[in-house]
């Protein structure tokens, strides 16, 4: 697969912006002003880090901007820290912060470990996310702020107050969601279905002197552009664990957005480079009056939505979002609350939507995949965020160490007429004066060794038994436990005038073995080194055991 390319934007691309940076208006000035941070950072949020971000992410339509999520965390960090977060240069300095620490792991490849957080964790916390922007959009939407400890019980109060709901309000945020099925429905105006509800409603409401709540009840856009603002350092010491956390809650916000929308050319998405790419967007935008950002799900969905085809749509976006405040502020500010309420009601069931094969398959797949599923989706509506993206990574390593051990096993190996080797059954019980070949699939994790020593054939009273072992393979040298118990079957084999050989040994192994005295224990000739073609060490550890059997007579 090719890297992604700054391919000429096209006219989608130009109105996916355009839709995207109007969202930024009202949405990133509600996140900013729920955390208690100026909503002007918030609005200046989607300006010079998107543009930025989309500049040198891999994953080309990933919009790198303000979310709820990474505004409260950052507002908790603040906080706990004893800054204010009305302060600018406490903003800024997090921000940067947040950007060298994104940076780094990205530098260091840390990327990696985003890999073996499973299918079914991310689908639940992909899932949870989508959630989350949900109900955070539910009293723009109403009229009605619901109330609880975690999402999942402000969902179910919201609902319960069914009759708290403002009829204005929630009439304009269903007709915003009945104009975009409308307009999604028409084929020409798919891909621009959300900017259509936006500016239809909006004149409506504007025309029809419908009494709901505006944007410019948020705070008023001012008609300028950021201006540079320099980072407070002294309090640099206080807030080296704050950036680390909000810089994992970004980062784990964003590792869905890769699987979830993948790039449109066919180029390869990279976690390291998307890493970085969101390090420089703090970067930038953090000296610039920005909060800090990360790749946003609902932001991409708006632009995917909207027609996005190359990472040029972020690019329009922020280059329109400079452009609407330094034009069109007056307008801007004219955008009801309930229309933006509507649409993310529609972007957040779309990306629930879209996760239904990832939910089903993970659900069929097996019951431990489905309980972490459920457990990281309940983890990330419940919790603070940072605890459940810990959370996650806990669930993730705990699934992946179960479902490996669980494939750990021992296959024999036979010749056929052909005198080539075929997998066969283990025999139960080894036989006097005969070479049993076995071959050992596993990660060498402690928890295998159960398995692997259940099922190893008995000696009983067979006499001079040769046992082969191939580890032609082993992804890693063994744990502690699995050299003891290669050291006690090799015992007794001894004792029954037999002797285990283990075959397909790689360097690291080799010296493993001759550190922890199993080499010793084996004999000579026990160790067989992996090398040549892929049978050959098992071919000559078949060859020694026979030769040693006729030594014996």
Request: charge should be neutral.
């Amino acid at each position: 697969m090719r890297r992604p390319t700054l391919t000429r934007p096209t006219g989608s691309d130009v109105s996916a912006g355009l839709v995207t940076g109007l969202f930024s208006i009202p949405e990133g000035m509600a996140y900013a002003a729920i955390a208690g941070f100026n909503p002007v950072a918030g609005l200046f949020s989607g300006v010079l880090p998107v543009i930025a971000g989309s500049l040198t992410a891999r994953t080309v339509l990933m919009v790198t901007t303000l979310t709820s999520a990474i505004a409260l965390t950052s507002q908790s960090v603040l906080s706990a820290a004893g800054l204010n977060p009305a302060d600018a240069g406490n903003v800024a300095l997090l921000a940067v912060m947040t950007g060298l620490v994104m940076v780094l792991m990205g530098v260091l490849r840390l990327g990696a470990v985003m890999s073996f957080v499973s299918n079914a964790v991310m689908t639940g916390f992909s899932t949870g996310i989508a959630l989350q922007i949900i109900t955070g959009v539910l009293k723009d939407a109403t009229g009605y702020q619901p109330h609880g400890h975690n999402k999942l019980v402000q969902l179910g109060d919201w609902l319960l107050h069914i009759g708290s709901w403002q009829l204005a309000t929630t009439l304009v945020a269903v007709a915003t969601v009945a104009v975009w099925a409308l307009a999604h429905a028409v084929r020409r105006l798919e891909t621009v279905a959300l900017l259509v509800a936006m500016v239809v409603v909006s004149v409506a409401v504007a025309l029809l002197g419908t009494d709901v709540e505006l944007v410019k009840g948020i705070a008023a856009i001012p008609a300028s552009l950021p201006h540079l603002t320099m980072p407070d350092w002294s309090t640099f010491g206080t807030l080296v664990g704050g950036a680390v956390s909000v810089a994992l809650v970004a980062l784990a916000q964003a590792a869905g957005i890769a699987p979830t929308v993948p790039n449109p050319d066919g180029s390869r998405s990279d976690m390291n480079r998307d890493f970085i790419a969101q390090g420089a967007a703090n970067v930038a935008g953090g000296l610039f009056q920005s909060l800090p950002v990360g790749g946003s799900l609902s932001r991409t969905g708006v632009a995917v939505a909207a027609g996005a085809r190359t990472r040029w749509a972020g690019i329009f976006s922020g280059l329109w979002l400079a452009v609407i405040v330094l034009a069109c502020a007056p307008l801007a500010e004219r955008i009801p609350m309930p229309v933006i309420g509507g649409l993310i009601l529609v972007v957040g069931g779309e990306l629930i939507w879209g996760r239904r094969h990832d939910v089903i398959l993970v659900w069929r797949t097996s019951k431990l995949s489905t309980a972490a599923m459920a457990l990281t989706f309940l983890a990330t509506t419940q919790l603070p965020l940072q605890q459940a993206v810990i959370l996650s990574a806990v669930l993730s390593l705990l699934l992946y160490c179960a479902q490996a051990a669980r494939q750990a096993r021992l296959v024999a190996l036979v010749r056929d007429t052909n005198r080539q080797w075929t997998p066969a059954p283990v025999p139960a019980r080894l036989t006097s004066r005969s070479v049993t070949v076995l071959h050992y699939e596993g990660v060498s994790l402690f928890a295998e060794l159960p398995r692997i020593d259940q099922h190893w054939p008995d000696i009983g009273d067979a006499h001079q038994p040769v046992l082969i072992l191939s580890l032609r393979g082993l992804p890693d040298v063994p744990t502690s436990g699995m050299i003891k118990l290669l050291r006690r079957r090799a015992t007794e084999l001894n004792h029954a005038g037999g002797r285990l050989i283990l075959a397909g040994v790689d360097p690291p192994l080799m010296a493993t073995l001759h550190n922890t005295g199993l080499a010793n224990a084996l004999g000579p000739n026990g160790l067989v080194p992996d090398d040549g073609p892929i049978m050959a060490p098992l071919e000559r550890a078949a060859a020694q055991a026979e030769q040693w059997l006729t030594e014996q007579d």
